[in-house]
Structure formats: structure tokens, C-alpha cells
């Protein structure tokens, strides 16, 4: 009906298609028409922005039935010879025209209205703006608009690049009237997903807004009188093209019809909703424009003066606030330009009167604080109390947001989950426990909800308000059987507000809730008896240090470098076994075909770098293979490692404990897989070492059977991240939590106890060895048997 071309092609990914090459066609043009007259790329990429704003609102008034059909005759006109002005100046004509009608922002005097072009572009543009593909035709009156929100929302993904000298020469021996661009493009667009991912941004799939709105807009309403609904304010502070603005300017008409029993209300009452209800930020200049497009044609009904909607719809920093006196110190004498603050009770001041908004949505930008400038950094961390570890800006928004909302008022976000359980997520977590902010919140596990990406999400909903409970459900099914969430189809559990902390969340039922409760009563946790829990070795170079083996025998041993891409020989006394966190099961290790080269001496707790004469004299071979890769060596890192000790590890840390007895795991798996390396023979990444400490009494294998319990696995996935395909993190801040039963060594009893377990673990690991050394026989059948017998005791 709209447009849809063929059965295989959603309009939007049509009309997005369409939409870039149009926009790469004008900037050729406009490019080779206006460089030289002074203007620049971005100018004229906002212009372009104008201009197509323009023609899809245009569009939408005449399948509205608004406006009778403009552009189509305006084509028609010039093809058959009947209009003698060339599209361009019959556009801006038109433009002018709109401009008295509608008293827009939209159609005021623009820098577009200065450019300079001829109708070429302007005749594949307006036939496309009806037909998408042979006889099928737009229809701008039933696309929904979170179709042609997501078609922008794309769009903006795109980036102008120019090649100059290109452009230059080429304009310069061009007689502009007549000119054609060279086959070869000047100009053209170039994805920009990387810049959009770095800067966070994800479209949000319209099953989400709408529930985000659901729960936070409608519940809302529901407890306000119609005069209190009229003052009510709803914020996105990072709107992006608008679709939550929308959505919630959606169901303000319907609420307000509803009461009033009209089907619809009339225009004026439309556009005073819009303008005193609902409100937008977004620090991208483009998506401002797009939100205020959006909104404009959501309210459109018949022709009429619209309102600017610049007092709705700003560009700033929500994050940043201030004048020249907070901010300089921070931005330099640039500020305004540099953080784009957006100050507050100036940009909205009748929703600040009244002590901040009624209703927050959306989708914070997910960026983490590595990418940041310097000046960000420094001003995050002397404003917000989640500015803490590692962060991520997400975690911020969160307490912009609960800053800006009023006592009663909800907010709503999708978001990573990832701030429950990670260590830069105590600050957040430390405030909403503290506030008592947190009413809901539905989990989406490892379910991936935006498309092309891999993020782990979770829907917060915080109330002003003292929220003695609040209730957790865990939507991964729904997500993945239909993409669709009803309320009343979700499992929730309540739990006592009282449970969160500052410490990582385990959010479960009173069943749950109590089982945990009496595992930490158990005795101390694992961090508390360990030397250390620590990552795997880094290298920095893997393809030099880490060698397939390929034999060999005596002192020397044969092996491949990926490095050089040849088999080399070298001394087998600095190599190590080295295990990748998948070589680690359950009770046993396997067998690695990789050495890494370790160029440490080990000796009790002390480490200390091979010097180069010990190398020469010792260890010749090795030291050949290090002189080879000496220049990748000393690259590493940017060059971090130009110096005397160009062979050492960048971080040398816990050397010491990987010579001595451990427990390994590797970092991501789906239940517990601890193994021991009781001889300290073997080194590992992207797994962890737990090292007791020396004074403990706890044999090894009593804290391996403990690890490997499906009790303290129960006891880890509720603290744990949960990953794509049922993984969950091993990692120490997790591993560290867990309760190790408390023993009495005193007592005969106790001890009876552990060495029990003790007993049981060590047939395991033999059971487990032996069937290792045995190919597929009937014996090994039996020793499996034997491993099951066991390990149902």
C-alpha cells in the first residue's frame, strides 16, 4: 500500500536506499555549483538536510489531502515545455509559498535558498519522492512514522567526503551553467556506522518504545486529573530523530480525545499539546531537525500556521551545564562550542519551575569513557556520582535523568544491564539504592534487541518516589519467540528494595532471595581465602611469544611462529604450556599444542627478567628467535616498549603464581569448568588463576569441589552477566563473591567433612586423567560411568 517494492523490500529500506543516493546526487551538485562561492561541507550538508525536510513534508500535505499536488506538477510541468523556470527556481518559488502558509521554521529563508544549482538532481529526486519502483507509489499518509523515524534515523548514518583538489580543478575548467560532474564522483556518502557506534547510538525497535511509554507516560496519566495532564512534560534527553517523542505525543492526543470523547481533536488542540507537553535533546544538529520534522507531521491535519518548535526540541549536551565561569576551566575559552552545555532551567524553564519533568524516555547514547576527551572526563568526574571505574556515559544519563525528574515522575530507559554487576557501575548502583529509585526493571538476558549489534540490554524504570519493592522479569523469551512485549505476559517477581546496594546486583524472588541468604552465611568468600585471582598472562604479541609445537626432544624442541611463518628451534626451558579458556573443563585440563615463551626466572615469589648474557649464553636459540621479532617487539603499544627490556611483557603481572599450584577457569562459559594445575605447570588467557593463600588450610581440591557445585554455579549466575547463547562471566569480580563453607579445623568432625570432599574430588581428577589417556573403548565407557557414579555422590 505504501510503497513496498516487490515482496522482498520493506519500504523503509527502500525509501532509506533512496534517501542516500538522493542526498549523495545533491551534494555533487551543490558542491561543484557552491564551493567556491565561499561555502563549506557542512553547510551545505545542512542545507541538503533543509531541502529534504522540505519535500517530505510537502509530501505528506498532499497524501493527506492538505494540500493539493505540488511537486509531481511542477516535473510534469517542465518535462512537457509548459513552465519555463527550471525546477530549482520553481522549488524555491514553492518554498516561499509554504513559507506564508504555514509560518514555519521549516520554510523561513535558509542558506538553501542561496544556493546556486541546476534542475538535474531536482528531476530524479521528485519522481522518486512518488515512485518508488515502476508503477508503485509512495503513500507519505499511511507510513508510520516510526518507519520513516528509523528511515532518518539511518540516514543521519551517512557521512560526506569529498576529495578537494579534485573538486577544485575540475569546477575551475567547468563553465558552471553547462556543467556536467566527470563520471569519476566528487563527492559521495560513506557509511558512518563506526562513528555512530562509537558515539553509541542504536534506533530503538518501536515494540520497545512503545512499552518503554506504556509503563512510564500511560501509568502516569492514569493518576492525573485532565487539568494536571496539561501541564505534564515528557522529556527525551537524547531523542535522536524522535521516535519516543512520538510515541508519547501519541498517546497524549488519544488521552486527551478519549477524555473529551472526540475521535480526534482539532489542530489547535494538537499543536498545544505538542508545544506545552512534549520536549527533546540531542547533541547532533541533524537529528534535532529530524525530531522537529517528525513531531511537525504528527500533528499536521490541515493547512495552518505551525509552531516553532525550537522551545521544544533542542541541541545541547544534556550532560553538560554551566557558563563561561563552571565550564572554561574544564573546555578552554571555547566552551560553548567544545561541550555544547545545555543549561537547563533557561532551555525549559516552565518544566524546571515545577521541580523537573513528569515523565523521562529513551535510549541513552552507550559510550565508554576510554573514547571520551580529556575535558569530558574531567567534568564527568566532578559532576556525577556514577562517574566511578571505567564508566560508561549511559550510567550518567541515569543520573541526569533522576535529577531532572519530578517527585512522582517515572523515567524510563533501555540500557546495558551491564552496570548491575560491573565494577564501574558501583556509582549508580550506590545512588538508586540509596534514593530507593529503582520500580522495575525487564531484563533481556543475552536476547539481542538492536540489529547488528551485540549488547546486552535491560529496561529501568525508576519512580520519584520511596519504592519499598520494586519487580524484576526476565524477558529473553519474549524477545526471541516474537519481538513483542505485553506486560501481562511477563513472569515478575518482587523483591525488597533493601537487597541493592552498592555492591553488584542479584535481583531475585523471596525463594531465591533466601537461598542466597543462607549460602553467605556459609563462611568467608573465595576473595577472602585467595592470594590472588587473577587474568590470564598478557603478551601484547601473541604471534610472536605463543608457538605451535610441532616435537622434538632433549633440550630443544621444534615449533611454528605465526610471527616469521616458519618452524623454528629454541630452548625448551623459557616455554610454558599454554591453555586458551576453552582447553578448561570441568576436573581437567586439555592437552595444549601451544608453548608460550616466558623470558622470566621464577623463584619462590620473586621475578625477575632474563638478561640479555643469560640469553646468549643459556638460551642462544631463543634469544635468536627474539632478535627476529625485535622490531614488532618494540612496537608494541605504540612504541611503548623502545628500550632496553624491548623482550619483556608489557604487564608482567602475577608471574610468580603461575608457577605454583591453582585453580583455573576459563573467563565465559555456561556452567562452572574449574580444573587444578596442582604442579604450577601451565599458563592460560582468557581464563583466571585463584591462588589460596599459603596459610589457608583448605586442601585444593576441597575449593575445587566447592567451585564446581551446582550450588555455588546457582549462586554465581545470580551475580554474574549473563552472554549471548547461555554463557555467563567467570571474572573475578564475580568469583571473588562466592561463599566457601567454613571449616573448623578443631573440630574432628569438620574435618572428617573436608578431607570427604577432598576424597571425592581426587577420584574425580583421576577418573577424569584416566579417561583422558583412553581412545573410544569399552573401558572408557566404564571409567565415564564410573566419572557419573561419582559425581552424583
Known amino acids: 500500500r505504501y510503497g513496498v517494492v516487490g515482496r522482498r523490500t520493506p519500504v523503509g529500506d527502500h525509501l532509506l536506499a533512496q534517501f542516500v543516493r538522493w542526498r549523495e546526487e545533491l551534494f555533487r551538485y551543490f558542491w561543484q555549483y557552491n564551493h567556491d562561492r565561499g561555502y563549506s561541507l557542512p553547510q551545505i550538508d545542512e542545507a541538503i538536510q533543509r531541502l529534504l525536510d522540505r519535500l517530505i513534508f510537502i509530501r505528506t500535505c498532499e497524501d493527506r489531502r492538505i494540500e493539493e499536488p505540488r511537486l509531481l506538477p ?21 518554498f516561499r509559498e509554504f513559507d506564508g502558509t504555514y509560518d514555519s521554521r521549516l520554510f ?61 580543478k575540475e569546477a575551475a575548467q567547468a563553465a558552471l551553467p553547462g556543467f556536467e560532474p566527470a563520471p569519476d564522483r566528487t563527492i559521495e556518502l560513506v557509511s558512518k556506522k563506526l562513528k555512530r557506534k562509537q558515539h553509541g547510538i542504536y534506533y530503538t525497535p518501536q515494540f520497545v518504545v512503545d512499552y518503554i511509554v506504556e509503563q512510564t507516560l500511560e501509568r502516569v496519566l492514569e493518576e492525573r486529573s485532565l487539568d494536571e495532564v496539561r501541564d505534564l512534560t515528557v522529556l527525551d534527553m537524547a531523542c535522536g530523530s524522535g521516535s519516543f517523542l512520538i510515541t508519547a505525543y501519541e498517546r497524549l492526543l488519544r488521552h486527551h480525545a478519549e477524555a473529551q470523547q472526540q475521535p480526534a481533536l482539532p489542530q489547535e488542540e494538537r499543536l498545544e499539546v505538542l508545544t506545552r507537553n512534549v520536549y527533546g535533546v540531542d547533541l547532533d544538529a541533524q537529528a534535532v531537525e529530524v525530531a522537529q520534522l517528525n513531531l511537525l507531521l504528527k500533528a499536521l491535519e490541515e493547512p495552518g500556521d505551525l509552531p516553532n518548535l525550537n522551545g521544544n526540541v533542542k541541541r545541547g549536551n544534556s550532560l553538560v551545564e554551566g557558563g563561561a565561569k563552571e565550564l572554561e576551566p574544564y573546555f578552554g575559552e571555547h566552551w560553548r562550542t567544545v561541550a555544547r552545555p545545555l543549561n537547563w532551567k533557561r532551555a525549559f524553564p516552565q518544566a524546571i519551575k515545577r521541580s523537573g519533568f513528569d515523565v523521562i524516555v529513551g535510549n541513552p547514547p552507550y559510550v565508554r569513557i576510554q573514547t571520551l576527551p580529556d575535558a569530558d572526563k574531567a567534568y564527568y568526574k ?58 522495575q526493571i525487564v531484563d533481556f538476558g543475552d536476547a539481542q534487541v538492536f540489529e547488528g549489534a551485540t549488547t546486552y540490554t535491560c529496561l529501568l524504570f525508576l519512580r520519584k518516589a520511596n519504592n519499598a519493592k520494586l519487580h524484576y522479569a526476565l524477558a529473553d523469551a519474549q524477545i526471541r519467540e516474537g519481538r513483542v512485549l505485553v506486560d501481562a505476559q511477563l513472569r515478575k517477581i518482587t523483591a525488597r528494595a533493601s537487597t541493592l546496594g552498592e555492591s553488584p546486583w542479584s535481583i531475585a524472588g523471596e525463594r531465591e532471595t533466601r537461598i542466597l541468604d543462607k549460602l553467605d552465611s556459609a563462611g568467608p568468600r573465595l576473595g577472602e581465602t585467595t592470594s590472588g585471582i587473577y587474568q590470564g598472562i598478557r603478551t601484547s604479541a601473541n604471534d610472536v611469544y605463543v608457538l605451535e609445537q610441532r616435537g622434538g626432544r632433549g633440550d630443544l624442541i621444534h615449533l611454528y611462529s605465526r610471527a616469521l611463518d616458519q618452524e623454528v628451534e629454541m630452548e625448551r626451558a623459557l616455554l610454558k604450556p599454554f591453555l586458551r579458556g576453552e582447553q578448561i573443563k570441568r576436573y581437567r585440563l586439555a592437552q595444549p599444542s601451544q608453548c608460550v615463551i ?196
Open 108 to 168: 523561513e529563508h535558509h542558506l538553501v535558498d542561496s544556493l546556486a544549482c541546476d534542475e538535474t538532481p531536482f528531476r530524479t529526486l521528485l519522481e522518486g519522492l512518488y515512485f518508488s519502483a515502476g508503477p508503485v507509489r509512495y503513500q507519505f499518509d499511511v507510513i508510520p512514522a516510526d518507519v520513516l523515524g528509523r528511515v532518518y534515523e539511518q540516514y543521519l548514518g551517512f557521512v560526506a567526503q569529498t576529495a578537494k583538489e579534485v573538486a577544485k
Open 74 to 94: 511542477l516535473l510534469r510541468g517542465r518535462e512537457g515545455g509548459a513552465l519555463e523556470k527550471d525546477l530549482w527556481g520553481l522549488l524555491l518559488d514553492l
Open 382 to 439: 566532578d559532576h556525577y556520582q556514577a562517574a566511578t571505574g571505567n564508566y560508561d556515559i549511559y550510567t550518567l544519563f541515569v543520573e541526569r535523568g533522576w535529577q531532572l525528574l519530578r517527585p512522582g515522575g517515572m523515567l524510563g530507559f533501555i540500557l546495558p544491564n551491564k552496570f548491575f554487576n560491573a565494577r564501574y557501575g558501583k556509582g549508580l548502583r550506590r545512588l538508586l539504592s540509596q534514593e530507593q529509585a529503582v520500580w
Open 598 to 793: 616466558v623470558p622470566y626466572l621464577v623463584q619462590g615469589n620473586q621475578v625477575r627478567l632474563v638478561s640479555e648474557a643469560e640469553f646468549e649464553v643459556k638460551y642462544p636459540k631463543t634469544w635468536e628467535y627474539l632478535l627476529a621479532n625485535r622490531q614488532a617487539l618494540e612496537d608494541r603499544e605504540r612504541g611503548r616498549m623502545r628500550h632496553g627490556e624491548w623482550y619483556a611483557y608489557i604487564y608482567p603481572k602475577n608471574l610468580d603464581k603461575f608457577s605454583s599450584a591453582k585453580i583455573l577457569t576459563p573467563d565465559i562459559a555456561p556452567d562452572a569448568a574449574y580444573a587444578l594445575d596442582s604442579a604450577g605447570e601451565f599458563y592460560l588467557v582468557s581464563g583466571y588463576g585463584i591462588s589460596l593463600k599459603p596459610s589457608e588450610q583448605y586442601a585444593y581440591p576441597y575449593v575445587l569441589g566447592l567451585l564446581n557445585s551446582q550450588v555455588l554455579d546457582f549462586y554465581l549466575k545470580q551475580v554474574s552477566t549473563k552472554l549471548r547463547g547461555g554463557f555467563y562471566r567467570y571474572f573475578t569480580q564475580f568469583l571473588e563473591r562466592l561463599p566457601i563453607r567454613r571449616i573448623n579445623f578443631d573440630d574432628p568432625a569438620q574435618v572428617a567433612q573436608h578431607d570427604a570432599v577432598v576424597a571425592h574430588v581426587e577420584e574425580l581428577l583421576r577418573l577424569y586423567a584416566r579417561r583422558g589417556e583412553l581412545p573410544e573403548t569399552d573401558e572408557r565407557s566404564a571409567v565415564q560411568a564410573a566419572i557419573d557414579a561419582e559425581e552424583a555422590a
